[in-house]
């Protein structure tokens, strides 16, 4: 661990988040999404948040902004609780320059909940930063609901 925290490559994600070149690091934010997604949809909370810098910030629809660790780790939490699964995550547009890249898209989530199941449905956009560790972690995350 760096820092106290686990970097993915030692979580089983080896070498998915150390990308150098342009569309390497368009296909590593690709590669992270679907892993992040998987975990998601396991109720993983542990995985989720190893996809997320320790000072990120996560905007949900409707919702108020979190900061931090354990703010999302709450937000995740009440997320799974409610019964937030089944997501697919498509991207529409990656953008990179530097140690930044930003990753657009669509998504859909059910949510199962008193005996039924909805589904959301909207649009979501997440900066993904690379760590001093050579990792590409979430700084930003925010979606909204069509």
């Given at each position: 661990?760096?820092?106290?925290?686990?970097?993915?490559?030692?979580?089983?994600?080896?070498?998915?988040?150390?990308?150098?070149?342009?569309?390497?690091?368009?296909?590593?934010?690709?590669?992270?999404?679907?892993?992040?997604?998987?975990?998601?949809?396991?109720?993983?909370?542990?995985?989720?948040?190893?996809?997320?810098?320790?000072?990120?910030?996560?905007?949900?629809?409707?919702?108020?902004?979190?900061?931090?660790?354990?703010?999302?780790?709450?937000?995740?939490?009440?997320?799974?609780?409610?019964?937030?699964?089944?997501?697919?995550?498509?991207?529409?547009?990656?953008?990179?320059?530097g140690n930044m890249a930003v990753e657009v898209g669509d998504?859909?989530?059910?949510?199962?909940?008193?005996?039924?199941?909805?589904?959301?449905?909207?649009?979501?956009?997440?900066?993904?930063?690379?760590?001093?560790?050579?990792?590409?972690?979430i700084t930003v995350n925010v979606w909204s609901t069509y």
């Amino acid at each position: 661990m760096k820092g106290g925290k686990l970097m993915l490559s030692q979580s089983g994600y080896s070498d998915l988040g150390t990308a150098s070149s342009g569309n390497a690091i368009s296909e590593q934010i690709k590669r992270l999404r679907k892993l992040w997604a998987e975990a998601f949809n396991a109720r993983d909370l542990e995985s989720s948040l190893l996809f997320y810098a320790d000072d990120a910030v996560v905007l949900p629809s409707n919702g108020i902004a979190v900061r931090g660790a354990e703010a999302i780790r709450d937000l995740l939490k009440s997320m799974f609780d409610a019964g937030h699964s089944q997501g697919r995550f498509e991207q529409s547009q990656i953008e990179y320059a530097g140690n930044m890249a930003v990753e657009v898209g669509d998504y859909k989530v059910v949510i199962h909940a008193d005996g039924g199941a909805r589904q959301d449905t909207g649009r979501y956009m997440a900066t993904w930063r690379r760590q001093q560790d050579g990792e590409f972690r979430i700084t930003v995350n925010v979606w909204s609901t069509y």
